[in-house]
């Protein structure tokens, strides 16, 4: 949890440039940026443990408890939520292996209707949608996906849609997933006007 | 998750009395609101499933992956939070078999420092204790059990203090735990004037 790139740990000391962490995983990349907001103060957002159903733990005498069957369920939220200036920032994030789309059934439709149910909450929700090949990572508002849902039947999303309505998400070395960025732009500095 | 009684499952629907429901644990009355508040577009509020380290999976043909070796960690976080009325919440919640006093060492210190940072950043923190041989439930805010570790030494709180400090949530058929009831008191009722 604590591996991000401040100095504390010296993992990533040698690779100064950000392509070296391009054989990282999104979730490890949201991971160091969320515990980076969460260090300096910025946000408290985490990820959800991922929900297993257990079914059998032994006790072996004075050892921890150990988990010998257990099966993974399908989550009925997102992955990621908590708090920034005060607002709750729900989201999911996920990456697509194609050049040219994203398949949708990457997105269970329950995290779907937890998305709509956050918005109607007031609650700031959106799906953070990596193109590992192209490299880019795009913050996209829950209510542009809904807005799509509504009006194509397609089972992917075009690239062409994430480069009309999407946000390229900046990265920087210790925040490799800038996207309270984008949520600056889109609703505290509209707010501060 | 669904099992809450509101006359689509039939399970609860011979014992009226809460009286009945007396031998289920405080999570399960918990989850039985939360689903509630859920359902009736009230709240979006959930229990975080519980942080395991995953060590081996199996993947037997044709079957689920079959976790066979994982571990417990202590959590992070707290277990419960959410939106509600736009605003972020989140507790945790422990039940104290002594009629006399709530031992400390039930939550962990980075709980509490969790609980610190959400009431930096303006969410609505707090704790849910019941007493079970007393069966009251108290709601404790966030501020008051950190003015309490401030002046007190103690390893454990006082029921008396919980008298004082504490708010006690109603209970009813469909809400066993209704501590939106206080929220509303402390936070949105006073808004309203």
Do not use: C
Request: aromatic content about 12%; overall charge positive.
């Amino acid at each position: 949890m604590v591996n991000y790139p401040n100095g504390k740990k010296g993992i990533y000391k040698t690779d100064k440039t950000s392509a070296s962490r391009r054989g990282m995983t999104l979730e490890k990349e949201i991971n160091m940026t969320n515990a980076y907001y969460l260090d300096e103060g910025l946000a408290n957002i985490h990820k959800k443990p991922t929900p297993i159903t257990i079914v059998k733990v032994d006790y072996p005498a004075r050892s921890a408890a150990k988990i010998t069957e257990a099966y993974f369920q399908i989550p009925s939220t997102t992955d990621y939520n908590g708090i920034y200036r005060g607002k709750y920032i729900d989201f999911e994030a996920k990456e697509s292996a194609s050049k040219t789309s994203f398949p949708l059934e990457s997105i269970h439709d329950h995290q779907i209707s937890h998305l709509r149910d956050i918005t109607k909450h007031g609650g700031i929700g959106f799906l953070i949608i990596r193109f590992t090949q192209k490299q880019v990572t795009y913050y996209v508002r829950a209510t542009d996906l809904f807005d799509f849902l509504e009006k194509e039947k397609r089972k992917s999303i075009p690239l062409s849609w994430f480069e009309k309505k999407g946000y390229v998400i900046p990265e920087s070395y210790v925040k490799p997933v800038d996207y309270l960025k984008i949520v600056d732009q889109l609703y505290i500095e509209s707010e501060d006007k």
